[in-house]
């Protein structure tokens, strides 16, 4: 992307202890503007107005205000909100603008030193900037901080700064839709007569009745009523359904659109999306910088942005998004492609080209203590034995994942590895195992988790175990191996990690180590309670950072890593991300208890993750999603399913094998049930789910079938 013709605003927010005082003239107004856009605001309470107008296609996105800031009280126990603007009367706010030239400006908010005190004109003592860049087809905006202060934190702690709140509202019944970044993605349509508009929620308890939003469409059911939800980039545990994994977000009209990036804090930013608001019933989504989830959190010290991209009729679509945010991991994060990657590390290379195959070899029978029977499904010599067939049935690389091979089996008794189980024959019998499958050329790996830590564990350590808000352990769950806690992923790389990972390089394990439920939400610490050990303090930021460390090291040992949970950082990490769902293949059914779906959010979905991530790291998927085909077995294999593997391998390779080196720049419904998938290399996907034959674009398929237009 080229960026030209700069122009930069700086605004800075001080909190005093001065009354509110309106300012005058033009100290409310700025109008910036470049050969591609232009950026009005009047920060008036009355009359005043935000306006980013992209002068290309003629839109026009507005906001309801400049910004919003949010802080907790705790004198009172609760929320206090501040409008940016110099005539909110309120809480203190003061405006003062200083026009440098024609392309800068700083503004000056000052809302008090704090007040200490319940009585008279209040001042939360919270200063900040806010700096604004117009570049091109850009505006990128900031509050960095080094320019971030509270004076007054025994009574107020800032909690979120919302800046143009509903930003790119647009009436009900306009053409086009906004993305929400829900699992592959998701669309909510602004015209609710659209063809492919969500049918249920136009019926009486939709919802899922064991949340709040269930129980209201059960007793108080209005389709148009107004609604929003947000969640946590990266996952939150008490919203897990959401699985928000692409820091992206967008507006999608008539041939244009307007999409957010989220540069910079983004493990603290929420997406938030509106619905039916206000008499034209517009519908908007923008984020949220979350400086604290509760008034006790740990303040993460990142900047935080957003870079809002203008998008022209060849990129405003879910697909043109999702390219959008590749290119960016590219060119500007230093993200490298799966062929750049292979071109160094032959690990790489060899899974892209083998066949993943997991092996089941047993677990425990569930119990609370722990203590369940040991069942071993089959033993390292009956695998050993059946490694010729592989061979025979034409494999000539496989990269195999055992699971159930560490002590106490699958989910017996994380995060301890060693002794390697001997139900299964232990470490003797795996080494002659490993010595048959080397030799095969074959690649494998054990299926772990340093996520969790159970107390059955020989490994139990209360000083790996987060903190929750509530200062006690962190409880994840009952598994197979009893009661389990999550574990704060610096502490099990130092304490476990580095011990068990390298001992396993030299049992002749390489190629892509697995990593099982990692990051499928980020966890914050938080300080303990009298019993409790005051363990280490994270915030979500560091809880992601401290898993992807993880992942590096292991690639440092193995070659190549993958999970079964990923979120866009770690690609150019990763080889393989598991759980790249796109529910229900993108037909219109809700997702139950995902947080938009609730609040009558999402009318289907789409792969957009899959745009993004395909040629950066491979993922399971058919012929529509190009994805790689796989198989787990849970006894010993057998040359019949060995055969079938084989079949169903082969025909992946059609839409898989050369082109998993390739991206996706296009993917789109041509008409009801017919899809095509476009590659950068040219290759045409066309896939029927309809029951029967379908003819267009020169080319015919039959039902329930694929057709692959090779490039010229």
């Known amino acids: 992307?080229?960026?030209?013709?700069?122009?930069?605003?700086?605004?800075?927010?001080?909190?005093?202890?001065?009354?509110?005082?309106?300012?005058?003239?033009?100290?409310?107004?700025?109008?910036?503007?470049?050969?591609?856009?232009?950026?009005?605001?009047?920060?008036?309470?009355?009359?005043?107005?935000?306006?980013?107008?992209?002068?290309?296609?003629?839109?026009?996105?507005?906001?309801?205000?400049?910004?919003?800031?949010?802080?907790?009280?705790?004198?009172?126990?609760?929320?206090?909100?501040?409008?940016?603007?110099?005539?909110?009367?309120?809480?203190?706010?003061?405006?003062?603008?200083?026009?440098?030239?024609?392309?800068?400006?700083?503004?000056?908010?000052?809302?008090?030193?704090?007040?200490?005190?319940?009585?008279?004109?209040?001042?939360?003592?919270?200063?900040?900037?806010?700096?604004?860049?117009?570049?091109?087809?850009?505006?990128?905006?900031?509050?960095?901080?080094?320019?971030?202060?509270?004076?007054?934190?025994?009574?107020?702690?800032?909690?979120?700064?919302?800046?143009?709140?509903?930003?790119?509202?647009?009436?009900?019944?306009?053409?086009?839709?906004?993305?929400?970044?829900?699992?592959?993605?998701?669309?909510?349509?602004?015209?609710?007569?659209?063809?492919?508009?969500?049918?249920?929620?136009?019926?009486?308890?939709?919802?899922?009745?064991?949340?709040?939003?269930?129980?209201?469409?059960?007793?108080?059911?209005?389709?148009?009523?107004?609604?929003e939800y947000g969640t946590m980039m990266y996952g939150l545990q008490a919203a897990w359904e959401d699985q928000s994994q692409q820091p992206v977000y967008a507006t999608i009209r008539d041939g244009a659109g307007l999409a957010g990036i989220l540069i910079s804090g983004e493990y603290d930013t929420e997406v938030r999306a509106r619905r039916d608001q206000g008499p034209n019933r517009t519908c908007s989504i923008n984020p949220i910088w979350h400086f604290r989830r509760y008034w006790h959190s740990k303040l993460d010290p990142v900047d935080r942005r957003v870079r809002l991209v203008a998008l022209g009729p060849d990129q405003a679509s879910y697909s043109g998004v999702g390219n959008l945010l590749r290119d960016y991991l590219i060119s500007e994060k230093g993200v490298r492609t799966l062929r750049q990657r292979a071109e160094t590390n032959e690990e790489v290379k060899y899974f892209v080209d083998s066949v993943y195959l997991r092996v089941m070899m047993g677990m425990k029978r569930s119990s609370l203590d722990g203590k369940g029977e040991m069942r071993s499904y089959q033993s390292w010599d009956q695998f050993r034995e059946a490694i010729p067939l592989f061979q025979q049935a034409g494999f000539d690389k496989i990269n195999f994942v055992f699971v159930g091979a560490n002590f106490e089996g699958h989910d017996g008794a994380h995060p301890t590895v060693f002794p390697l189980e001997p139900a299964h024959g232990g470490e003797a019998a795996f080494k002659r195992m490993m010595e048959k499958l080397n030799e095969a050329g074959y690649r494998s790996c054990l299926h772990l988790n340093y996520k969790d830590v159970y107390q059955c564990s020989p490994d139990w350590t209360p000083e790996a175990i987060q903190v929750s808000e509530w200062g006690d352990p962190r409880y994840h769950g009952a598994w197979i191996g009893g009661f389990s806690y999550q574990g704060i992923p610096q502490e099990m790389l130092e304490r476990f990690g580095k011990r068990d990972l390298p001992k396993l390089r030299a049992l002749g394990l390489r190629g892509m180590h697995y990593w099982d439920a990692c990051l499928s939400v980020m966890e914050e610490t938080f300080p303990a309670r009298n019993g409790v050990p005051n363990n280490?303090?994270?915030?979500?930021?560091?809880?992601?950072?401290?898993?992807?460390?993880?992942?590096?090291?292991?690639?440092?040992?193995?070659?190549?890593?993958?999970?079964?949970?990923?979120?866009?950082?770690?690609?150019?990490?990763?080889?393989?991300?598991?759980?790249?769902?796109?529910?229900?293949?993108?037909?219109?059914?809700?997702?139950?208890?995902?947080?938009?779906?609730?609040?009558?959010?999402?009318?289907?979905w789409v792969p957009m993750q899959h745009v993004i991530y395909h040629g950066l790291c491979c993922y399971g998927g058919g012929a529509e999603l190009a994805g790689r085909t796989g198989y787990e077995f849970n006894a010993a294999p057998t040359k019949e399913e060995i055969d079938k593997i084989r079949e169903k391998y082969v025909e992946a390779q059609q839409w898989n094998g050369p082109l998993a080196w390739e991206f996706i720049t296009d993917h789109r419904l041509l008409a009801p049930g017919i899809l095509r998938t476009t590659f950068s290399d040219g290759t045409k996907i066309y896939v029927n789910k309809t029951t029967e034959t379908w003819t267009g674009e020169g080319v015919t398929v039959a039902a329930k079938k694929h057709t692959i237009q090779r490039s010229r």
Not at 86 to 106: E, H, M, S, Y
Not at 580 to 588: I, L, M, Q
């Open 1 to 227: 992307m080229r960026f030209v013709h700069h122009v930069t605003l700086v605004i800075g927010l001080w909190v005093c202890a001065l009354s509110a005082a309106a300012a005058t003239g033009d100290e409310t107004i700025l109008n910036l503007a470049n050969e591609r856009l232009a950026l009005d605001i009047d920060l008036r309470l009355d009359g005043g107005h935000v306006h980013l107008k992209d002068l290309d296609t003629g839109q026009t996105y507005e906001a309801a205000d400049f910004g919003v800031i949010r802080v907790w009280d705790c004198t009172e126990d609760r929320m206090r909100a501040l409008i940016i603007s110099p005539d909110f009367k309120t809480f203190a706010c003061k405006v003062g603008i200083d026009r440098l030239n024609d392309t800068q400006a700083v503004v000056h908010l000052s809302t008090g030193a704090g007040s200490a005190s319940a009585m008279g004109t209040q001042s939360f003592g919270i200063s900040l900037d806010v700096e604004l860049t117009l570049r091109d087809n850009t505006l990128e905006y900031a509050i960095p901080i080094a320019g971030f202060k509270e004076n007054l934190p025994q009574r107020w702690r800032l909690m979120n700064v919302e800046l143009f709140p509903r930003l790119g509202a647009t009436p009900a019944g306009s053409p086009g839709y906004i993305i929400i970044p829900s699992w592959s993605g998701a669309v909510y349509y602004f015209d609710r007569n659209h063809p492919r508009a969500n049918p249920q929620y136009n019926q009486a308890g939709h919802g899922d009745m064991t949340t709040e939003s269930g129980l209201r469409t059960r007793w108080s059911f209005r389709p148009d009523a107004p609604a």
């Open 536 to 604: 280490r303090i994270i915030t979500r930021r560091e809880y992601g950072e401290g898993a992807i460390g993880y992942f590096k090291y292991a690639a440092e040992i193995f070659g190549t890593v993958g999970c079964e949970t990923s979120i866009v950082p770690l690609l150019g990490i990763i080889v393989n991300a598991g759980n790249t769902t796109y529910p229900s293949g993108g037909e219109s059914r809700k997702f139950p208890s995902n947080g938009f779906c609730e609040a009558g959010l999402i009318d289907h």
